[in-house]
Structure formats: C-alpha cells, structure tokens
C-alpha cells in the first residue's frame, strides 16, 4: 500500500508543477484549471505515505502541496477592497449567445449605476440589449466577430479611440472620463488549450501594452486566477486582478471562478445574478 500511495503523491505532484508551466506553454493552463484537484490527491496521498511509513517523503509532499496551495487559498479567503473613493463602477456580463429576453439584465445594468459597461458573447438573439441602455450609455463600441460572439463596450462618457482585436478576444475604447482617460476592454478569450486560448492571449497582449495609465479590463476570461493567462494580459496591460475569487459559472456541477477584471487602479468587486445567462456578472467599484 506503501508504494500504491507513494505513486499517487508523485503522479499528481507531477501534473502540480506541470500546472505551473503556462509560461511555456498553453497546456499548463489547462492543468492550472485543475489544480486545486492535483494539490488535494497529492495532500491525501502525501498523508496516506506518512500514515504508511514513509514519513519524511510524505511530508516534504505535503509542505510541497500546501505551498503550491497557499495562493488559491488566501485569493479564496480575500475579502473586498474599498477603494478610498470611486472614480468609475464597471458591469460585466457574458450575456450567453441565446438569452432570448435581455431586459431583466439591462435593468440590473441601469440600477449598478455602472459608468462602463462589457459585454461578452453579444449575438444576433440578444443585441436588443444595446437599445436597451443606449439611452444612459450612448456611446457604444461593438466588435463583431461571428453571429454569435460580439464584445461591447458600453460607456456613458464620449470615447475617443476604438480597438478590436483581429480574433475574437477583445473590445476597447478609450473612455473620456471626467477625471482624465481611461482605456476600458472586454475579453472573451477562447477555452484554454487544446482550444485557443494561447493563441488569443498572444494576439491581444500587444494590443494591450500601449493602453497605459488608467486600464480596467473584464470579461470571460475562461480561466481560473490563477492562470498565466490572467497574468499575461494584466501584465501587459499594468493591470492586475482584483476582487475575492468567487465563481461565476457553474461547470460539471462545480463553480469556476473565470470572469473577472484588472484594473491599474485599486477596487472592490461584487458577483451579480445570472439573469438568463451561465454566466454571473461581476461589478467593480474602482479608484485611481
């Protein structure tokens, strides 16, 4: 048994560090998705070997295990940072390609008294919802990618430069917001690898590198925190994640917290209902 559990801790400890590797390439991603799993079969097998015998093997596997842990741990345990004033409140919301009625959702928009809005998976079944806001937020930038994976951005202030990217993964406009410019971008990236995830990350980095300053990117990102791709687009952009770790989907019949926004500024954020999508929407209250 012995060596049955030694096996165990090694084979997930392997798919552990392997689920580091997304720097290098993008099936590290896909085994980051899975960590939590691999870091809890290598803390049980880790225990099982100790409780067996091998004792010093077991807990150098279980330090290992912890340590590679402690990040989703603490990220999980976050609480809300209050930004010391609020310049701009963001909604964003994968709207779900065939949400047939979208006005439940536009109302939760309109009482966020959100400044920006980012939409992911706009299709043919749900732009309604542009006519629906149009009013508070007039100026509207909609990247078209196929019938059914648009990306918005919605804002109530006038925007002065437009992006989107030459696949589907971004939307940008640089907002005129009373305290100075701010470049706002929704992303729907791809899911990770075999998909092309990878691929999206590298085509829209660039495109994020010059939008520096003030930034506040959201969106389905299809990727847990953790994720080099998270990492890759905030660094690109001077931006970094914000917010406890909360899901936003549910997959499997377990929550993946995948939608998220990074901001070069300091804020909080807040999980809204699903409202007819898969999806939750996230609300960031945001300080420069």
Sequence with gaps: MRRLF??????SGLMLAASFLGPFHPAGDTLAVFRPFWAGAMVV?????GLAGA?????????????ASAPMILGAMRGAEVPARVDLTLYSKNLLASLADPAPLAADILNSGADVVLLQEVSDTNAGILDLLREVYPHQHLCRFSSWSGIAVLSRWPGDAVQCSPMRGMAAMQVAAPFGPVWAASIHLSWPWPY???ATVRAIAPQLAPMQGRVVIGGDFNMVPWGYAI??????????RIGPMRPTIRVW???WPIDHVLTSGQGSTEIRPGLGSDHAGVVARIGF
């Design 45 to 49: 097998g880790a225990l099982a070997a």
């Design 6 to 11: 030694l096996i165990l801790t090694l084979l």
């Design 231 to 240: 990492r890759a687009l905030g660094a690109a952009a001077g931006a970094r």
């Design 55 to 67: 004792r010093r093997i077991g807990a150098l596997a279980l330090i290992l295990a912890l340590g």
């Design 253 to 255: 019949g377990l929550g």
């Design 196 to 198: 092309a995830q990878g």
